[in-house]
């Protein structure tokens, strides 16, 4: 018994050795959270391409606030988070300030203190209309693009096209005939389509729009990129109305403003190739 000796019993011997499972509270942290974040983590390189873009983009934020006023959160914070939720594929803002309230990470990236208080999920539906009137998601990845090509990144020979389906904010029940009916349509020969005859209440714009014959048709938009084909990098990116012809009329669209349409091509102007699935009617090795 001399081995246990100053305890009563064995087992609070054990206790002891193996330490306890209490938890105090700290009421201060002297460790920087960006002492805690992996120096190979992959959003160190992200958060350092975004900064350097929305540097540039500075005076474009300027215009968008009023000069009085109370001050409003950082678009460049918004933005970060919004990022966020697209990289790890978060279904909701409101899921998204949940990881930003106990997830070191997230803070880190989006740039908030462990002490500081997440916002409410109001503020991206405030602020989501101000940074669409801007372009500011047009203007960032251009900025971002940049980058890529001062460090040789970008090709300007095989690009690839490629759209998706975008489920609006509007249901199905929110579609009502309309009064008088059209007497011409959007489809082929001016034929009268369902979306032309019925729009919707709380999302004009949206259509109903099948991806394939035996879906259902959803009120939705289509996304629409191309990616440049050596690094797999997004060069131009847009969203239309959902149509059957849409995704070509987009990539059409996307290729004068990168220089590369049918009307800019001269003798001396370098072939290009643009692939696409069935959808977009086009094929590699051959001109738009």
């Known amino acids: 018994m001399k081995r246990y000796e100053g305890f009563h019993k064995p087992m609070e011997y054990v206790r002891r050795m193996r330490g306890n499972d209490e938890q105090q509270g700290a009421a201060f942290s002297y460790i920087n959270p960006e002492e ?7 959003l ?33 914070k918004l933005l970060r988070a919004l990022l966020l939720q697209i990289l790890y594929a978060l279904r909701s803002e409101r899921q998204l300030m949940e990881q930003m309230n ?15 208080a997440v916002w409410d999920v109001t503020v991206f539906t405030k602020n989501r209309e101000r940074l669409l009137q801007g372009e500011i998601a047009q203007r960032l990845l251009e900025a971002v693009l940049e980058q890529a090509r001062a460090h040789d990144l970008l090709s300007a020979e095989h690009f690839t096209v490629d759209g998706t389906l975008l489920e609006a904010w ?24 369902l979306r032309d005859t019925h729009p919707s209440t709380t999302d004009p714009e949206a259509r109903l729009y099948k991806k394939s014959t035996a879906g259902e048709s959803k009120p939705s938009y289509l996304g629409h990129v191309i990616v440049e084909n050596r690094k797999g990098l997004v060069v131009a990116a847009c969203a239309t109305w959902s149509s059957t012809t849409a995704e070509r009329e987009a990539a059409l669209q996307m290729l004068d ?11 001396h102007t ?8 069935e959808r977009g009617k086009f094929h590699r090795g051959k001109k738009p």
């Open 36 to 42: 805690r974040i992996p120096a190979e983590h992959p």
């Open 102 to 116: 106990y997830n070191l990470l997230f803070r880190w990236f989006v740039g908030l203190n462990p002490d500081d």
């Open 44 to 76: 160190r390189r992200i958060r350092a391409m975004v900064d350097t873009a929305l540097r540039e983009m500075s005076l474009h934020f300027a215009a968008l606030y009023a000069r009085r006023g109370r001050p409003s959160i950082p678009p460049e």
């Open 257 to 267: 403003e990168m220089g590369c349409g049918a009307g800019q091509v001269t003798e």
């Open 170 to 193: 509007a249901s199905r029940r929110s579609f009502v005939p309309k009064d008088p009916p059209p007497t011409a349509g959007s489809g082929s020969g001016g034929k009268i389509l």
């Open 270 to 277: 370098p072939r290009i190739t643009l692939g696409a699935d």
